[in-house]
Antibody, heavy 121, light 110 residues
């Protein structure tokens, strides 16, 4: 079964850091672009970052550049999101996703269940 | 990277058709044929319904269709069913390997 499972969410104080993980199974992980998308409570989806198959190309939404870092470990079939200098507005459910097609990064058809990050003092 | 514009809500009766619009600019929707649509039910992850403006992934009913004219893309749901009630989000490639989502539309089946 093709599956993505996020972990690592939780409560963190403003200014703190958190590292999210996304474990992939059921497909050849290193064949696909991967993405992180977040959703603040009661709000819409927001694209966060994409990472290419080999991890050498990474792209971020402008508003998060410098605070968030996406990475992957193909040997461990895992995707990561390092989040630093967290702010209250980063509070959201974070989803990881897999690209629909191997060489494209515009549409994502496999998603995890999401992990909640709450930034509060 | 401004969010694409969607109507907050849409509705229709069972069996009817409803269209949801997604308006961007020539830098995203109008500039590329890489518009996707996602369905999201409460408490669930997004589900890809349409990609590359008009294509349906395997398993998505053909009641769902996509189109684009200029800077506006549309998702049409024909033969509305109760199970179609959900939030719908468009997304578009926005150049330089960036993506942008719309604000979402809550579809109510009356």
């Amino acid at each position: 079964e093709v599956q993505l499972v996020e972990s690592g969410g939780g409560f963190v104080q403003p200014g703190g850091s958190l590292r999210l993980s996304c474990a992939a199974s059921g497909f050849t992980f290193n064949n696909y672009w991967m993405t992180w998308v977040r959703q603040a409570p009661g709000k819409g989806l927001e694209w966060v970052a994409n990472i290419k198959q080999d991890g050498r190309e990474k792209y971020y939404v402008d508003s998060l550049k410098g605070r968030f870092t996406v990475s992957r470990d193909n040997a461990k079939n895992s995707l990561y999101l390092q989040m630093d200098s967290l702010r209250a507005e980063d509070t959201a459910v974070y989803y990881c996703g897999r690209a629909l097609e191997r060489e494209k990064n515009d549409a994502f058809d496999v998603w995890g269940q999401g992990t909640m990050v709450t930034v509060s003092s | 990277q401004s969010a694409l514009t969607q109507p907050p809500s849409a509705s229709g009766s069972p069996g009817q058709s409803v269209a949801i619009s997604c308006t961007g600019t020539s830098s995203d929707v109008g500039g590329y044929n890489y518009v996707s649509w996602y369905q999201q039910r409460p408490g669930q992850a997004p589900k890809l319904m349409i990609y590359e403006v008009t294509k349906r992934p395997s398993g998505v009913p053909d009641r769902f269709s996509g189109s684009k004219s200029g800077n506006t893309a549309s998702l049409t749901v024909s033969g509305l069913q109760a199970e179609d009630e959900a939030d719908y989000y468009c997304s578009s490639y926005a150049g330089s390997n960036n993506l942008v989502f719309g604000g979402g539309t809550k579809l109510t089946v009356l």
